[in-house]
Structure formats: structure tokens, C-alpha cells
């Protein structure tokens, strides 16, 4: 059974930053890419951040580029996102997914049950 746990969200002000993980277990970690997506109140979820199995490509929303940055460690089953520069517009349950296969797609089969970031002005 495939699991993924976030962790490290909470409540920051607007200029600060934070630190996603999410463990996974139950699947082949190092063949498969990860993403990391995010929710907010009324709003659809939207890719935020993907990277593939070797971390040799990454993919940002534009939204978040030159804030945030996506990493892995394969020897840990771990991905993480660095949320630098927060803004109250990325306040949103950040979840992560692992992808069908190696390189990042449209295909992501199991997800997280997300993480909150609260960001105050």
C-alpha cells in the first residue's frame, strides 16, 4: 500500500519561509517522479512543483518560480519543497504525489493528505 506523509506546514508571515517533506512508502521511490500540489479554499488544486526520478529536471509553477525549489532524496524515499518569499496567495493544503512513471506528466497515482500553510500579511 502506497503511503505518502507530509509534514512541516504551518502558520508563517507573509516574507518568510518553510519547509515541505513528504516520506513515501509502498512504492519504488527512486523509478517514479514526485510533484507536490496545492489547495487552496475554493479553488481547484494546482501543480505547484514536480521532479523527476534522477533530479535531473524540474518543473515550477509560474507563480512560484524564484521561490520555491523542489529536491528528493532517493536514499530517504523523500521529496521536499523550499517555500521561500511567502505570499498570503500560497496559503493552501500543499500535498504531495508520486508520479505513473520516471518523468514528470499528467499522471500522478497516489497522493498525501496534505499539509496546511497558513501565510499572514
Known amino acids: 500500500q502506497v503511503q505518502l506523509v507530509e509534514s512541516g506546514g504551518g502558520l508563517v508571515q507573509a516574507g518568510d519561509s518553510l519547509r515541505l517533506s513528504c516520506v513515501a512508502s509502498?512504492?519504488?521511490?527512486?523509478?517514479?517522479?514526485m510533484g507536490w500540489f496545492r489547495q487552496a479554499p475554493g479553488k481547484e488544486r494546482e501543480f505547484v512543483a514536480g521532479?523527476?526520478?534522477?533530479?535531473?529536471?524540474?518543473q515550477y509553477a509560474d507563480s512560484v518560480k524564484g521561490r520555491f525549489t523542489i529536491s528528493r532524496d532517493n536514499a530517504k524515499s523523500t521529496v521536499y519543497l523550499q517555500l521561500n518569499k511567502l505570499i498570503p496567495e500560497d496559503t493552501a493544503v500543499y500535498s504531495c504525489?508520486?508520479?505513473?512513471?520516471?518523468?514528470?506528466?499528467?499522471?500522478?497515482?497516489?497522493w498525501g493528505q496534505g499539509t496546511q500553510v497558513t501565510v499572514s500579511s
Open positions: 504525489a508520486a508520479g505513473a512513471g520516471g518523468d514528470i506528466s499528467r499522471l500522478w497515482t497516489s
Open positions: 509502498g512504492l519504488s521511490f527512486s523509478n517514479r517522479a
Open positions: 521532479i523527476n526520478w534522477v533530479s535531473l529536471r524540474a
